[in-house]
């Protein structure tokens, strides 16, 4: 799942027809609302709600996410009072939260009323939306419903101008480029580059910002290749030089289908075309050399919560993806399209149909059973496979309608290219109730004679799978680990790791032989409650607390390959949930969401440079040349819930030496 801190108040009343007279607010608190709105708010939410930045208060996004008549009144002002202006989190008076609450209300058709709105008014459920019950009639049955007419093909489809990289460059990447989310097909992440190395690493320095213009969640993997960098944000792909950061072009998306959790990890680059998913579920083809829209396909319903925000993979003629939302109740799939045209190739369920075999690891409830992806991929061409790690089943918090194992929730599957047959798979976590997906793409690799799969699961263990035999290596905890057999409850369980950890994964160095992995260490308080689908809506079964942000910690750690045995770790004040890139240089790179950018000795985990972004990093750290001198990019100020305290707008910062 993604950050999801406040959202999670679901209580079982009825759909209310009569409001209860605390909820009033007046005609005056609507218009003083209006106006601390547009000052402090419509910059990131639209000046009429809409959405832009940030997601949409308004309409089926606001019926959806609070106006059901199941949501605390109390989550949705906090929303507001305490995490709001994203900007600037608390800083409003309680009389411009309450305005703004009141303002928000009857822009979603709560009529007014002679009495003001108080602080009283937010102890019992938000009533229902006037809108959100007609929301509720009019949508589809249910994914099954969406399976049927998604994915859509594109209206048109252009050529490109360029043609690379091809599959030779994508099967031998150049040492100077970053040609996929975790570098290679394989994932591996690591760099060939030793310019800057543990001995000179102390002398980095910035070469160059750009300051992307949007705010959120920031969590793109930088891709290079001939030493043009793309990189996302939520709703925009930008070309940039990879030496000057000079932007060459940028793309904005206009969501035309609703939105969930606005976010993006990465574009896919192949054959002169620049591919990414969309929060509103669509996959979208791009010109590598100018920006303009090639292609665009509707691969699943938006208005049922599906969206795509893992960085796709290209190879072999085709691009591959998969649904995210799991935690909307979705059903997720992998999808193979020709990456000249749209076209679907195949699709894998990655939750099975009731009557396929693996139907019967689910008692019912495979209609919503989530398992979803939504970091990115790996592909190991000799053997012609995908690697795809897969997410929690849904709900998420309650198993009441899924006994069983939930195949293929929480694993890595290996599909075949061409078909995408499932050859093996390997689950990770069976059953799961503590939303511990397999969110990060796995580290392939081969070392002292053996082909080794490297898997870091939100359950917070490293595994090393054999390749060829699928047994596992080894199995090795790389953050705190506590009370993880304690099942949610109405009153609640504290469980560690908690649900808003790893989606980057572990990375593998072939001089040491050793593999490296990161962490957030933060715990949750899981609470289990009644599921209650609602088209779009959170589906959780139940809700998660986070500790508190001074609670909340990081690892960075580095193990034996096969074996799991450890040879260091260090322990960062801030979670860690950057993706860890090590380098011939003998260098570990990553950064925290306190904002260090951070340079380790490989070897050992001592800090050779560490430098203050001033805002939260959450994605990944590429390593690239142009014109023969080395270059490390830094994305920061990732301001999505998972940042608890920082925040900052999306900027990316290019270091290297002198
Ligand atoms: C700088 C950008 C920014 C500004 C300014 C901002 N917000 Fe937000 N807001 C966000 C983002 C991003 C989220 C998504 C949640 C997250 O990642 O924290 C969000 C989430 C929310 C939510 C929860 C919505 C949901 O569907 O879960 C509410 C309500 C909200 N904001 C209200 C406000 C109000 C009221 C203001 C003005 C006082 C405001 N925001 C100002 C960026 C902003």
Redesign the pocket.
Known sequence: MR?QIF?CGVLAVLLMTVWPSAFSFTQSQAAAGRL??AR??G???GTSLQGG???A?SGT?FAR?WGDGRHQAAD?FA??AK?????APGS?SQADNLA?AAF?LQSNGYAHDAEPLTLAAFAGALPAAPASAALAASAPAGAAAASASFPQAPRSVLPPSGSGPQDAQLRYVADADWLTFNRTLAGDRFSPLAQINTGNAQHLQVKCIAQLGE???FETSPIVHDGQMFVTTAHKVLALDGATCAVKWSYNYVPVDPEHLPGNRGVALYEGRVFRGTTDGHLLCLDAASGKLLWDVRVADGALGYEITGAPVAFDGKVFTGDAGADTGIRGRIYAFDASNGALVWAFDIVPHQADAAGASWSGGTDRGGGATWSSMAIDPQGHLLFVPTGNPAPDFNDADRAGDNLYTDSVVALDLATGKLAWYVQQVAHDLHDWDTAAAPALFAHGGERVMAVASKNGLLYQYDLDTHQTLSQAPFTTRSNVDALPSAQGVHVCPGALGQYNGPAFSPLSGHLFVASADRCNVLTRAEPHYVPGGVYFGGMFRMDPPALQSGWIEAFEAPGGHEIWSVHRKDPVLAAVTPTAGGLLLTGDMGGSFLALDAGNGRVLYEFATGGPIAAGISVYAVAGREYIAVPSGS???DAATATAAATLIVFSVP
């Open positions: 950050s959202r601390v709105y402090a708010c910059l990131c939410h930045a940030a997601e208060l996004a996410t949705f929303a507001i995490q709001m202006p994203k900007n409003l703004l928000i705010m959120g969640s301001s999505s819930r």
